[in-house]
């Protein structure tokens, strides 16, 4: 579970309650912030690669809204410093399927460390078979999944 620390000055009363997310509701709210806030590549009409930078953490998010294919991508972030990958690798291979989007990884500065810098290679097809099975190298947890594109 994710511990934060929130501190907060007001000249007026303020109410605070706790609020308790499970790790898919906070996958789906990453998604559409990193969506509105971030840079894309577009590989085709049908999917689109963001990533982008807030504060000490770089986030990597794909969107295949093609109707039928799967989307194969591969990530390798190997020359990088300073950072720990959510996923605990720093390559990674996913299988997104038609019509979702997934965040791929989450890299974080260490800490302790003031500066941090990354590579980032990738390679990407669509897969010919409707039927592959999806493939998740490393594993991934309900941060990472795969979610349907949100009408």
């Known amino acids: 579970m994710w511990q934060f620390v929130f501190s907060c000055y007001s000249a007026h009363t303020v109410l605070v309650r706790e609020l308790n997310f499970d790790e898919r509701s906070l996958s789906v709210a ?3 912030a990193i969506k509105i806030r ?4 577009v590989f085709d009409e049908y999917c689109f690669f963001y990533s982008g930078s807030h504060n000490d953490s770089i986030w990597f998010l794909l969107v295949n809204s093609h109707p039928t294919q799967t989307f194969w991508i591969s990530l390798t972030l190997a020359k990088s410093a300073n950072l720990l990958a959510s996923r605990g690798s720093l390559t990674t291979v996913d299988q997104v399927p038609p019509g ?7 890299l974080s500065v260490k800490q302790g460390c003031s500066g941090y810098s990354y590579s980032l290679k990738y390679s990407y097809q669509y897969l010919k078979d409707p039927a592959a099975p999806e493939i998740h190298t490393p594993k991934i947890n309900q ?3 795969a979610l349907p594109i949100p009408q």
């Not at 971030?38 to 590549?41: G, N, Q, V, W």
């Not at 979702?100 to 989450?106: G, M, P």
Request: charged share 20%.
């Open 30 to 32: 990453a998604q559409q």
């Open 38 to 41: 971030d840079e894309f590549k």
């Open 100 to 106: 979702h989007q997934q965040i791929l990884n989450v």
């Open 143 to 145: 941060f990472h999944a």
